[in-house]
């Protein structure tokens, strides 16, 4: 069975501070993708990353793929209120279709 | 335009009814999704159709029955719910199944289920 494994579960820091999400698993995956859910809505796809070792950037946020392709991370340098929100990473599984999602990390980033 | 648009948004019903939940999506896409976040906010697939074909049936409940009469729609029926239906249904598509590069999965907006 394909698992991931999110860290921390819960993160509340002042606006400003950088903060790392961690996403960890067994198992190698194809692809993994993060996504962000905010209060009331379904989750909207940030970033897909497919290449061990690969790194994209996305403003203040940076994805890193690991290179066996078992794990991945979110850094966000100086987070702002709006970065609000739950964080989840998803990986394709080896059954066509289907996302294995993380249990998520719930950030919280006060003014 | 709302992209993939489901509903009741809410829905708070008795134990033991049976109750629907419908969803459409305007995107031209291929494969529709139904997921289920419980309480701790993990979210996990139920049901996958391509072009109105069942192709993923994760182990759910035979309460639990969608329907896809074309394949810009996928309902959810779900009957004599219980207490542990309650959740958050998300509803997704996408244009192409098996596969997560250049194939962005669009969720709706949820319907929040509470069975009481």
């Known amino acids: 069975t394909q698992l991931l494994e999110q860290s921390p579960q819960f993160l509340s820091i002042q606006e400003g501070e950088n903060l790392t999400v961690y996403c960890n698993s067994s198992s190698v995956f194809s692809s993994l993708q993060w996504y962000r859910q905010e209060p009331g809505e379904g989750p909207v796809l940030l970033v897909t990353?497919?290449?061990?070792?690969e790194v994209k950037k996305l403003k203040r946020l940076t994805f890193q793929f690991g290179d066996a392709r078992k794990d991945s991370s979110l850094h966000i340098t100086a987070a702002q209120p709006g970065d609000t929100g739950l964080y989840l990473c998803a990986g394709g599984s080896n059954q066509g279709g289907k996302l294995i999602f993380g249990q998520g990390t719930e950030l919280s980033v006060k003014p | 335009d709302t992209a993939v648009s489901q509903t009741p948004k809410y829905l708070v019903t008795q134990m033991g009814n049976d109750k629907s939940i419908k969803c459409e999506q305007n995107?031209?896409?291929?494969?529709m999704y139904w997921y289920k976040q419980d309480s701790k906010k993990f979210l996990k697939i139920m049901f996958s159709?391509?072009?109105?074909?069942?192709?993923i049936n994760e182990t759910v409940p035979n309460r639990f029955s969608p329907k896809s009469p074309d394949k810009a729609h996928l309902n959810l029926h779900i009957n004599s719910l219980e207490l542990g239906d309650s959740a958050v249904y998300f509803c997704?598509?996408?244009?192409?199944?098996?596969?997560?590069?250049?194939?962005?999965?669009?969720f709706g907006e949820g319907s929040w289920l509470t069975v009481v």
């Open positions: 997704a598509s996408s244009q192409d199944r098996g596969r997560l590069v250049g194939n962005t999965i669009y």
């Open positions: 995107l031209g896409h291929d494969t």
């Open positions: 990353v497919v290449t061990g070792g």
């Open positions: 159709y391509n072009n109105k074909e069942l192709i």
